[in-house]
């Protein structure tokens, strides 16, 4: 085993990220990139660096020869728990989560598009302009909605079942054939500058999505104004959040398979640990949605408990990651 697969091999045991490693050594990531990729060699002082981070002997690192580490201190049950990916796996795994990625980001968006049609059915009946009663406009606007977060919902069950067979990739430890981390950092470092693109105009269009709203109520505008504000409003974030879903599976995926980000395997066992809370926290996020939503009617409003809900399990999950490192 050459230098480049010895780094590899111990930096996925130890369940570190390339950027995690390199912060260690006090090198930049692509430093280490070029070192796993055999195109460069770290002199003799991040040799000596490499041995201490990882309880290996500098004979272990510089031998090819030598093919076990001595005296290391990863744990011995590491290498046997790993999953083998195959080329064509990972090949099969990047193409469907592409493809899914559209259903998912669809599905998303229809559940924010899917109150419009209702506040403005329910603003024309208002005003007069709609030759409906109140009950029968409610009837139409919530049959619509319905319809469409049913379609959303099929979209998420269908590319649910569709990666059912790659849950694996994100749960397991990988331990990928030759040539397969090569090619997913070939295609990240690609789709990279597509990322942060689309990443960033979904957020801009996100946070400037509620202008509508605030130039409705400076001028003072009717009723069915603000409602149009409304409904300009919910139709920004749903476009600015498809692009922000769409591109975040694309680049999850591959952080997946380079188990990297989020799928580094210390993330991946909180992440087994806090599933449980995560579904009964989001559970508990939709009911309490459609709840007030149809108490109240106001569905121009009950919006905001996406974006809330968004922020506290964000919060919820640093403090849970906080207390798991401070026990």
Known sequence: MILAD????????????QEELAE???????????????RSVPDMNK????????????DYLLKDE??????????????????R?????????????????????TGVMLCILSPILLLILAALQKEGRLPMTESQTAAAGVSV????????????????????????LGTAALDTEYGVEGMVREKREKFRQTFHQWLTIG????????????????????????????????????????????VSVIWDSMNTLLEEGDYTRSRKE?????????????????????AFSFISGRWDRSWIIWPVAGVLYGAIMGIMRLVGRKG
């Open 203 to 246: 957020i801009v269009l996100c946070v400037l999505a509620a202008i509508p709203i605030f130039l409705a109520a400076a001028f003072e505008g009717d009723h069915i104004r603000v409602v149009g504000a409304v409904c300009a409003t919910l139709a920004i974030i749903a476009t600015g959040v498809f692009m922000i879903v769409r």
């Open 145 to 168: 909605l319905l319809i469409l977060i049913g379609i959303a919902v099929a979209l998420f069950v269908t590319a649910g079942l569709g990666g059912n067979r790659f849950e694996y």
């Open 66 to 83: 030598i093919s076990a580490p001595e005296g290391t201190n990863v744990p011995v049950d590491t290498e046997s728990e790993a999953v």
């Open 270 to 290: 909180e992440s087994r640990r806090n599933a449980p809370i995560a579904t009964i926290y989001w559970s508990l996020a939709v009911a309490g949605y459609l």
């Open 85 to 105: 990916v195959s080329m064509e796996e990972a090949v099969d795994f990047l193409t469907c989560k592409k493809e899914f990625s559209i259903r998912i980001a």
């Open 6 to 17: 010895k780094i590899i091999d111990l930096r996925k045991k130890n369940g570190w990220s």
């Open 47 to 58: 040799i000596l660096r490499l041995s201490e981070v990882f309880a290996v002997s500098t």
């Open 24 to 38: 260690k050594l006090d090198v930049s990531r692509q430093s280490v990139s070029k070192w796993e990729g055999a």
